[in-house]
């Protein structure tokens, strides 16, 4: 993909690889500072890429290859949308009540959900 050539040599692929490592770090982090950041995450997870280069020798090409931030984050939306429609479902339906400490004092409302798929 990138011909042996160093990353920094193309400033526009390196400008994008450094605004994907952003979204991902902000992710991680949790931080979730950047626009539309649960989107890009959401549609960064569809493609269930390891992150981890020693698993993974592929990493570098397979992040050249992907979009930029704005498609992730249009690809991202309707995931979202879905997942919070998901979640207040669950909600709705599934809620309890549990005591924090086993103290009546301390009510909190529970939800048991399974791992939401994205894909």
């Known amino acids: 993909a990138n011909q042996g ?11 994008r690889i450094r605004a994907l490592y952003d979204y991902v770090q902000d992710a991680d982090l949790w931080t979730w500072k950047l626009p539309e950041s649960d989107e890009v995450s959401i549609a960064l997870k569809t493609r269930r890429i390891e992150y981890d ?7 570098i ?7 930029d931030i704005q498609t992730l984050r249009e690809e991202g939306r309707p995931l979202v949308k879905a997942r919070n429609q998901w979640i207040q479902q669950k909600v709705e339906e ?10 009546p004092k301390y009510p909190a409302l529970a939800v048991r959900l399974p791992d939401f798929t994205y894909v």
Do not use: E, K, M, Y
Request: glycine fraction near 2%; charged fraction near 15%.
């Open 5 to 15: 050539r160093p990353l920094h040599d193309d400033s526009a692929t390196w400008n």
């Open 53 to 59: 280069i020693n698993s993974n020798p592929q990493l």
């Open 61 to 67: 090409d397979q992040l050249l290859q992907l979009p």
């Open 94 to 103: 599934d809620s309890f009540v549990v005591h924090l400490l086993g103290d």
